[in-house]
């Protein structure tokens, strides 16, 4: 029995046979071509760039069908780089230079940038040279005239081993045939990581050895949920987790039996369970899994993959739609929240040493009141059609607040002089995601009609731990004491301020913490859309008595561990 470690990128337990797959590796000669077959080898190019770009919008059309719109946008960074000028325009200089064959040429080209792209320091942007391999191994396969055997011949359910698995290879898995996976290198956001989320296998990635320990045909337990790879385990160790894998099985139906009731606790407290989303195409996944609204709607998406920023009428629009698809179910529509890791090149936003501590966010929209009054008058006038709110993101003072409303009401101002029709008392909210917002949320919540706390970045400021850097990703502690109290301060303050407080980053989707944010007093929980059932259920199984104890006794409790040792044990106790 060998015990692998490895970072755990989508959560459950499979026991299931190995299942390797090799590198795939283009054998490409460096054959000579003659002048005059230099047009050929150029039609040739082109049509396998036109192929392949086919072929990967007929995997969108497929993913987005059977995984949502979010998993088939990861494919529009391959369709980029099949549009790269300078890519194309290399290797075709290159062939009239060199006059050799362009598969060759292409395979070239194609290393240098990868070799540029792995270097960078950004782990989000480093992650990008698998789409890179992924979309240049397509067009070579046009221009070699291979097929590609992937996964589609596999017959029995197995674990797939691989050094790395691309994104396309992730799509083509069939989830009655693949139980889980294990790569060698891949992190945490790579896309990868993202599909196996969402296809819910489980998958440990980042576990440097998978390749050279197991063989085909070894007996594997993955255990997604801890990053962790057992190889041809002991009968007892492959007792206890089989046991585990079933009572997964389990408490998954019956978190499924509850989706569509309230979120409500045994002695009547009632919650409002709302989904997080970042384009309009997630509303029938909220439905499905029972959200009862839309509790953060990442605008910025919106502004990405295209060449302009989108006009007001295309802002209404979308925002439109939402409102009326939810109906009377509330949505909450964050303002724009560029910069950090979401970087947009149609504003010129300049490359910073310390993003996320930059120009981003409300700071952004108040420095650009061009682009934030189109935002905010698109909303506005959506406002009419169904029940929006709005919220900023990333308030650091009162006094961004105030300026933030200023713009609003000159919107509103002019709204009315144009006749528009838009809800004139439209809530207004404050993201708490920056310590002195928090700190000073007592002020914050006289002027703000809801917060909603944005823990992903509190987290890393509180803490001084960049949410994107997985060297110092150990010390991301959502169960560290300080951000504890960090929350129970602010919910104090909104409640004694009579404000009702949400939670969409992500500690409001892991269950862990569920009991604990209930006990505290929160309001709202804005989680991913899978996330819904099971932290009904789990709300669902206790009561608010409770809850506040537990809540009490976890702060009292002095380091991160303690915290979730304790929290562990509860969460069992409920999942029994
Ligand atoms: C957050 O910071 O918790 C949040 C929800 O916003 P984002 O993850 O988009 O920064
Ligand atoms: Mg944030």
Known sequence: MIKLKGIPAAPGISIAKAYKVGKEEFDIPQEAIRPDEIPLQIQLFEEALISTRKEIIELQKRISKDMGQEEAQIFDAHLLVLEDRMLIEEVISRLKKEQVSVAFIFSEVLKKYIAVFSKIEDEYLRERTADLNDVGKRVLRHLLGKEHKGLKDLKERVVVIAHDLSPSDTAAMHKQLVSAFVTDIGGKTSHTAIMAKSLEIPAVVGSVEATTKIKTGDMLIVDGTMGVVIINPDEETLRVYQEEEQKLIGVAERFVAVKDLPGETKDKHLVKIVANIELPEEIPSVKVHGGEGIGLYRTEFFYMNRKDAPTEEEQFQAYKFVAEEMK??????????????????????????????????????????????????????????????????????????????????????????????????????????????????????????????????????????????????????PAHPAVLRMIKSIIDAAHAHKIWV???????????FTLVLLGLGLDEFSLSALAIPQIKYIIRSVTFEDAQAAAVQVLSLSTTKEVETFMRTKLKEILK
């Not at 949400?502 to 862990?512: F, L, P, R």
Request: glycine residues 6%.
């Open 328 to 477: 009377e179910s509330s949505v909450v529509i964050r303002t724009l929240d560029l910069g950090g890791d979401k970087y947009l090149s149609q504003f010129e936003m300049p490359k910073e040493i310390q993003p996320f501590l930059g120009w981003r966010a409300i700071r952004f929209c108040l420095a650009r009141p061009d682009v934030f009054k189109l935002q905010l008058r698109a909303i506005l006038r959506a406002s009419a059609y169904g029940k929006l709110r709005l919220m900023y993101p990333m308030i650091s003072s009162i006094e961004e607040l105030r300026q933030a409303n200023v713009i609003l009401e000159d919107c509103k101002q002019e709204l009315g002089h144009e006749r528009m029709k838009f809800d004139e008392d439209i809530e207004v909210g404050v993201m708490i995601e920056v310590p002195s917002a928090a700190i000073t949320a007592d002020l914050l919540a006289q002027e703000a009609d809801f917060f909603s706390i944005g823990t992903n970045d509190l987290i890393q400021y509180a803490l001084a731990v960049d949410r994107a850097n997985e060297k110092v990703a150990y010390l991301y502690e």
């Open 502 to 512: 949400g939670m969409c980053g992500e500690m409001a989707s892991d269950e862990v």
